[in-house]
């Protein structure tokens, strides 16, 4: 069955790096765009990232560009989101999911469970 499965969520100190991981199954999700999303306690889920699905084009939320890359590995059929020089702000449920539409569709079809990232100051 499709499935997408989040990992690499943990408690890192502000100005800190996490790598998060995405790794995906049951599908031909080679063939799907993978997109990152968040969402934080009490506010709506926003875009984040996505790659296309040959990795050759990455669409960022302004609130991430220069800090946050996406990547694609698909001998290991996974996705890779680094964040680094990380904040507060960036604490969330951190999901990844798959559309065959685009990059900058953010309607996507299939979901992660999620992984929390919490970062303090």
């Known amino acids: 069955q499709a499935q997408l499965v989040e990992s690499g969520g943990e408690l890192v100190q502000a100005g800190g790096s996490l790598r998060l991981s995405c790794t995906y199954s049951g599908r031909t999700f080679d063939y799907y765009h993978i997109g990152w999303f968040r969402q934080a306690p009490g506010k709506e889920r926003e875009f984040v990232a996505a790659?296309?699905?040959?990795?050759?084009?990455?669409n960022y939320a302004d609130s991430v560009k220069g800090r946050f890359a996406i990547s694609r590995d698909k001998t290991r059929s996974t996705v890779t989101l680094r964040m680094n020089t990380l904040k507060p702000e960036d604490t969330a449920v951190y999901y990844c999911?798959?559309?065959?539409?685009?990059?900058?569709?953010?309607?996507?079809?299939?979901w992660g469970q999620g992984t929390q990232v919490t970062v303090s100051s």
């Open positions: 790659i296309s699905w040959n990795g050759f084009s990455t």
């Open positions: 999911a798959a559309n065959n539409r685009g990059i900058r569709d953010l309607n996507y079809d299939y």
